[in-house]
C-alpha cells in the first residue's frame, strides 16, 4: 500500500512487542546516540492511529481478556526533557500536595468517614432489617460494565453462503458478493493451498490481500492497488484485526485463503468510517500469504565468499557469525558493502519496513557486540527510516530479500566519535545482515 492509501496492516509491529525488536534498547548496538529523552505511548493509542485495531482498544481473540502486556509502552525518541520531581511533589512549579500528600489525605479522609458512619448506625433508630437493607449496594451502581467490544466468533471453514472469488495467487482477486447476507460466520477457507513453510503463531508473515464490503459491494483498498506492497505482521500478536491476524495462523505460505470476517473480527460497532465500512458491516478478504519466518529463522543458499580486502566471514547458523577482521586494515571512510548469499525476492525499497537477523562485530579485532541470533528474535525498521544508524539505512536499500549481506561501516556512518556500549568511539563495525522479509509495516 501507498502511504497515502488506508490499510488493514496498519503499523502493527508486533514489533511492538518484545519479539519485534522495534524498542529503542534493541536497536543493534544500542539506541542510535542523540541528546534526547523518550515520550512513553500505550500499544492501543498506536493500533488506533494505524487504523487497523478497534478505536479505544486492540483486537483479541474470542475469549481474550486485556493483560498487562496490551498496555506494555513504546519508546519514541523526543527532545523534550522530563522534569524531575520528588515523591512529595516539593519541586513542583508551582508545588503540589504530590503523591505523598494524595497518599495522606486520602488515609486521613478514609478515618473520618468512618468514624462519622460509626457514630450514624450507633444512634440510628430502626431495626437490623432496616440496616441491612440501607447496606445492600445499589444495583444500578454496582452493575459491571457493557463490554465495549464483542468476542470474535470461532472460525468456521464453510458457511450458507459464500462469496465466489475468481484469479490466480499473486494477483488481485475478483469477488462476487452473493445476493443475500451473510449468516454472520468467521470464515476461514483455503482457495489453493502453497507448499511453503507453515504459519505458526509470533512468524513474521507477509501477505497480499484483495477486500471488499460485504454490505455495500464496493471494494475496500487492496494491496495490489496502486503499486501497493504487501503486509507485513507477526500473526497472532493481535496486531492486526483478528480477520487478518488469526486467519493466516496454520496455513502455507503461497495459499490463497478467503476470509469472511462479521464486524467482531474486523472493526468491530465503531465499524471504519474513513474506508466507507459500517458499524455492523461483514468484510471480505481474499489473502495471499508471501512469506512466513520464525522468529529465529535464517536465510540459506550459496555463499560467496567476500573479496580479501573484507572480514571474512564464517556462517554458525542460528548462532552469531565469526567475523575474522583483515590485519593491519586501515579504517574505510565510506560504506563498503558484499553480498554473501543473493536473494531471490524483491528489492528493498526506502521507506518499507524489513525483518533481519544481523551479528555485529568490531572491524579492529572482530569481537562480537550484538547479535538478534543470541536473543533468538529477528528485528525489524522502517528502512530509510533513521531508527538505525546510517550505514544499515543506506546499505540495505536495494538489496533483495532473502539476501545476507555484509557491511562494513565507518564510524562516520556508525557511532561516531562518541561510541555506544562496547563499541568505543571512532569504530569501524562490521554487520552480516539476513534480510528474511519486507513490506508494509
Known amino acids: 500500500?501507498?502511504?497515502?492509501?488506508?490499510?488493514?496492516?496498519?503499523?502493527?509491529?508486533?514489533?511492538?512487542?518484545?519479539?519485534a525488536g522495534d524498542p529503542a534498547a534493541s536497536r543493534p548496538g544500542g539506541p542510535v546516540a542523540a541528546d534526547r529523552e523518550s515520550i512513553v505511548v500505550p500499544p492501543a493509542i498506536l493500533a488506533q492511529q494505524a487504523g487497523w485495531a478497534q478505536p479505544g482498544e486492540k483486537p483479541r481473540p474470542a475469549g481474550g481478556t486485556k493483560t498487562d502486556e496490551d498496555d506494555a509502552p513504546q519508546i519514541f525518541a523526543s527532545n523534550v526533557r522530563k522534569s524531575d520531581s520528588s515523591e512529595a511533589g516539593y519541586d513542583e512549579n508551582p508545588p503540589g500536595v504530590g503523591r505523598l500528600g494524595v497518599i495522606l489525605g486520602t488515609?486521613?479522609?478514609?478515618?473520618?468517614?468512618?468514624?462519622?458512619?460509626?457514630?450514624?448506625?450507633?444512634?440510628?433508630?430502626?431495626?437490623?432489617?432496616d440496616a441491612a437493607s440501607?447496606?445492600?449496594?445499589?444495583?444500578?451502581?454496582?452493575?459491571?460494565?457493557?463490554?465495549?467490544?464483542?468476542?470474535?466468533?470461532?472460525?468456521?471453514?464453510?458457511?450458507?453462503?459464500?462469496?465466489t472469488v475468481a484469479g490466480d495467487f499473486g494477483k488481485k482477486a475478483e469477488i462476487q458478493v452473493p445476493g443475500e447476507a451473510s449468516d454472520g460466520s468467521?470464515?476461514?477457507?483455503?482457495?489453493?493451498?502453497?507448499?511453503?513453510?507453515k504459519v505458526d503463531k509470533n512468524n513474521w508473515t507477509s501477505v497480499d490481500y484483495t477486500a471488499k464490503d460485504w454490505n455495500t459491494g464496493k471494494d475496500i483498498p487492496s494491496s495490489y492497488d496502486n503499486n501497493g506492497k504487501p503486509q507485513i505482521f507477526q500473526a497472532g500478536t493481535d496486531a492486526?484485526?483478528?480477520?487478518?491476524?488469526?486467519?493466516?495462523?496454520?496455513?502455507k505460505a503461497g495459499s490463497r485463503v478467503l476470509v469472511?470476517?462479521?464486524?467482531?473480527?474486523?472493526?468491530?460497532?465503531?465499524?471504519?468510517?474513513?474506508?466507507?465500512?459500517g458499524?455492523?458491516?461483514?468484510?471480505?478478504?481474499?489473502?495471499?500469504?508471501?512469506?512466513?519466518?520464525?522468529?529465529?529463522?535464517?536465510?540459506?543458499?550459496?555463499?560467496?565468499?567476500?573479496?580479501?580486502?573484507?572480514?571474512?566471514?564464517?556462517?554458525?547458523?542460528?548462532?552469531p557469525a565469526e567475523i575474522t577482521p583483515v590485519a593491519g586494515a586501515k579504517d574505510p571512510t565510506e560504506l563498503k558493502t558484499h553480498v554473501l548469499i543473493k536473494g531471490t525476492g524483491p528489492a528493498v525499497e526506502k521507506g518499507e519496513k524489513v525483518v533481519v537477523q544481523y551479528t555485529g562485530a568490531l572491524a579492529k579485532d572482530g569481537k562480537v557486540f550484538d547479535s538478534s541470533l543470541s536473543k533468538g528474535q529477528a528485528f525489524s525498521f522502517p528502512v530509510g527510516g533513521g531508527q538505525v544508524i546510517q550505514g544499515w539505512d543506506q546499505g540495505l536499500v536495494?538489496?533483495?530479500?532473502?539476501?545476507?549481506?555484509?557491511?562494513?561501516?565507518?564510524?562516520?556512518?556508525?557511532?561516531?566519535?562518541?561510541?555506544?556500549?562496547?563499541?568505543?568511539?571512532?569504530?569501524?563495525?562490521?554487520?552480516?545482515?539476513?534480510?528474511?522479509?519486507?513490506?508494509?509495516?
Open 279 to 319: 458499524a455492523k458491516d461483514d468484510l471480505i478478504f481474499v489473502i495471499d500469504i508471501r512469506n512466513t519466518s520464525a522468529p529465529d529463522a535464517v536465510v540459506s543458499g550459496t555463499v560467496t565468499p567476500p573479496p580479501a580486502d573484507f572480514p571474512q566471514v564464517k556462517d554458525n547458523g542460528k548462532k
Open 134 to 163: 440501607a447496606a445492600k449496594p445499589d444495583a444500578t451502581k454496582s452493575a459491571p460494565p457493557t463490554p465495549t467490544a464483542e468476542p470474535v466468533p470461532p472460525i468456521k471453514d464453510s458457511a450458507k453462503v459464500l462469496p
Open 398 to 441: 536495494g538489496q533483495t530479500v532473502g539476501s545476507r549481506v555484509e557491511l562494513v561501516i565507518p564510524a562516520s556512518l556508525g557511532y561516531g566519535d562518541k561510541g555506544q556500549g562496547d563499541i568505543p568511539p571512532g569504530a569501524t563495525l562490521v554487520f552480516v545482515v539476513d534480510i528474511l522479509d519486507a513490506g508494509q509495516g
Open 186 to 197: 468467521f470464515v476461514v477457507k483455503v482457495l489453493s493451498e502453497g507448499s511453503g513453510p
Open 240 to 251: 492486526l484485526i483478528p480477520a487478518l491476524d488469526q486467519a493466516v495462523i496454520g496455513k
Open 107 to 129: 488515609v486521613i479522609a478514609l478515618l473520618l468517614v468512618g468514624s462519622g458512619v460509626t457514630l450514624y448506625m450507633v444512634n440510628k433508630d430502626g431495626s437490623k432489617d
Open 260 to 277: 469472511v470476517a462479521p464486524p467482531a473480527a474486523g472493526f468491530g460497532s465503531q465499524g471504519k468510517p474513513d474506508m466507507s465500512i
Open 1 to 19: 500500500m501507498t502511504e497515502k492509501t488506508p490499510s488493514p496492516g496498519g503499523a502493527g509491529t508486533a514489533a511492538n512487542d518484545s519479539s
